[in-house]
């Protein structure tokens, strides 16, 4: 474990995706072998607030206030951490000042199946109870709402880059071992242990599919939803 400095003059970093996309290993790594203290979507998760936003309405909640506080005073901090509510993105980088955002960022096809074989979806709990999903693509099926939700997230996450392009790094979650450098570099974090940051993102933990759901091979979404899973895809890693 890494003896923390806890200077001033870091920012803190945020890191945003659909899930499914090495998050959790990203924060893992980074946590363990840098100078920052970084946290994978610690409570509240804002899910509820997440979802009242992205369908126009209120979503600040005493929970939401509390927790947007707690970020701004950290903003000048060595500290990162993962969200889950890609429609408050844009919020918290206007009041936190100066600090940065990395989008992690999947393949559409990829992304089906690995959310397919983890049961999102059809699980039926707090998640998919207030999963975003894109207004305007008819969805008929599992794969279906699986392809809004990683729609709906992007397009959020898209428009938080188009308007905070210097303080935004869009990274395609293919190769991080390879590419936890400028993840690092790019939020500020200095790497200890070059070899053993790599070794634990090897390890991917939480990249498997869990249950019974593992074996039931995905269907692709339906033409529609797969264009607009293109287009996104094409947009967030036109220069990633």
């Known amino acids: 474990m890494v003896e ?3 200077s001033y003059h870091r ?3 945020l890191i945003a995706s659909t899930g499914r996309c090495g998050t959790m290993a990203v924060c893992s790594a980074l946590d363990t072998h840098t100078d920052h203290e970084v946290e994978h979507e610690p409570e509240p998760l804002l899910l509820r607030e997440s979802h009242r936003r992205h369908v126009g309405q209120w979503a600040w909640t005493p929970t939401a206030i509390r927790k947007f506080a707690s970020l701004r005073r950290r903003r000048h901090l060595p500290y990162g951490q993962s969200l889950r509510c890609a429609p408050l993105v844009d919020p918290l980088m206007r009041i936190t000042g100066s600090s940065r955002l990395v989008i992690l960022c999947r393949a559409p096809d990829e992304y089906v199946q690995s959310a397919h074989s ?3 979806m059809r699980r039926g709990d ?3 109870r207030w999963r975003i999903l894109a207004a305007d693509l008819d969805c ?3 794969e279906d709402l699986i392809g809004s939700h990683y729609v709906a997230v992007n397009r959020h996450l898209l428009a938080v880059r ?3 392009p210097d303080r935004t790094m869009v990274c395609v979650a293919d190769d991080l071992e390879r590419r936890i450098d400028g993840i690092a570099a790019f939020v500020g974090a200095s790497i200890a242990d070059p070899l053993g940051i790599r070794e634990h993102l090897a390890a991917r933990p939480n990249a498997g599919g869990v249950g019974s759901w593992t074996e039931d091979r995905a269907h692709a979404p339906n033409p529609a939803v797969r264009r607009a899973m293109a287009d996104v ?4 890693t036109g220069d990633a």
Do not use: H, K
């Not at 895809?233 to 967030?236: A, E, G, K, M, N």
């Open 4 to 6: 923390r400095e806890r």
């Open 11 to 13: 920012e803190m970093f």
């Open 118 to 120: 983890r049961g999102v």
């Open 126 to 128: 707090d998640y998919d």
């Open 140 to 142: 008929q099926n599992t």
């Open 162 to 164: 188009e308007r905070f």
């Open 233 to 236: 895809w094409t947009r967030l």
